[in-house]
């Protein structure tokens, strides 16, 4: 019998990372923040809500644009040649 508590176990390899355009993401994400601020405001000036979802929404949205522009700034440097070609071409 083993003197340690965990069975020894072959080991594997993580796959690797999915490559994912977090830019894009952000987008998508502040988009749907953009949508619920809409419902927000027009369920706050019906009387149906309070102002505080609306202001949520917008944190949300600011949330999304501080996160886009790290993304954009942040992206790897493969990444950021296949934007550049296919916004030139």
Do not use: Q
């Amino acid at each position: 019998m083993s003197p340690s508590l965990r069975p020894s176990r072959a080991t594997r390899t993580p796959p690797a990372p999915v490559p994912v355009d977090l830019g894009r993401v952000m987008l998508v994400g502040t988009g749907v923040w953009l949508v619920a601020l809409v419902v927000c405001v027009v369920l706050a000036l019906t009387g149906a809500a309070s102002w505080m979802p609306t202001w949520v929404c917008v944190a949300g949205i600011a949330t999304g644009a501080f996160g886009w522009d790290w993304a954009r700034r942040h992206r790897p440097a493969d990444t950021a040649a296949v934007a550049e070609d296919g916004a030139a071409g």
